[in-house]
Antibody, heavy 120, light 106 residues
Framework: QVQLVESGGGVVQPGRSLRLSCAASGFTFSNYAMHWVRQAPGEGLEWVAFIWYDGSNEYYADSVKGRFTISRDNSKNTLYLQMNSLRVEDTAVYYC?????????????WGQGTLVTVSS | EIVLTQSPATLSLSPGERATLSCRASQSVSSYLAWYQQKPGQAPRLLIYDASNRATGIPARFSGSGSGTDFTLTISSLEPEDFAVYYCQQRSNWPLFGPGTKVNIK
């Protein structure tokens, strides 16, 4: 069965960096586009970033453009999110999600999420 | 930039009742709209995509309709496990979610 397991969250000071990972299993990872979606405490869902199945294209929400980098290692079935220059408003649960549809901008499987808290 | 509005913000119903949730886009998104269910402490789950197609494993009591700017998610008869927050999401350009509708037990 499809499984996505995020890791790497934690408490970090403003301005610092953090890297999230998402380990995928149960499907051919290299055939699917992937996304990061976040949810601030008590708030709704916000799409963060997208990467094509082969890593050839990446796209970002305006709120993270220039600070976050999405990447993937298809040999390790792992998705990453490098987060630099973190801000208090980046505090959220970060989900990785598999892309679905043509183009793959829906999300058909989600991980359980990892909490990132940006606080001094 | 497209904006999604969901109404009502909260819906209080009893098990067995029919739930009708609305999602309105500020400009046409064609049929490129999905619905997700999220329960407390859980990740969202895809229910409906392309406005009216049920995702794999989703019960038939969930149905979606609409096109252009006005969309509806209908739950024909609420089961206890259906009380949750429901989000719509458009993919006409980049993914964008609505603010959600919370379905409460009355």
């Amino acid at each position: 069965q499809v499984q996505l397991v995020e890791s790497g969250g934690g408490v970090v000071q403003p301005g610092r960096s953090l890297r999230l990972s998402c380990a995928a299993s149960g499907f051919t990872f290299s055939n699917y586009a992937m996304h990061w979606v976040r949810q601030a405490p008590g708030e709704g869902l916000e799409w963060v970033a997208f990467i094509w199945y082969d890593g050839s294209n990446e796209y970002y929400a305006d709120s993270v453009k220039g600070r976050f980098t999405i990447s993937r290692d298809n040999s390790k079935n792992t998705l990453y999110l490098q987060m630099n220059s973190l801000r208090v408003e980046d505090t959220a649960v970060y989900y990785c999600a598999r892309g679905f549809g043509v183009p793959p901008y829906y999300f058909d499987y989600w991980g359980q999420g990892t909490l990132v808290t940006v606080s001094s | 930039e497209i904006v999604l509005t969901q109404s009502p913000a909260t819906l209080s119903l009893s098990p067995g009742e029919r739930a009708t949730l609305s999602c309105r886009a500020s400009q046409s998104v064609s049929s490129y709209l999905a619905w997700y269910q999220q329960k407390p402490g859980q990740a969202p789950r895809l229910l409906i995509y392309d406005a009216s197609n049920r995702a794999t494993g989703i019960p038939a009591r969930f149905s979606g309709s609409g096109s252009g700017t006005d969309f509806t998610l209908t739950i024909s008869s609420l089961e206890p496990e259906d009380f949750a927050v429901y989000y719509c999401q458009q993919r006409s350009n980049w993914p964008l979610f609505g603010p959600g509708t919370k379905v409460n037990i009355k």
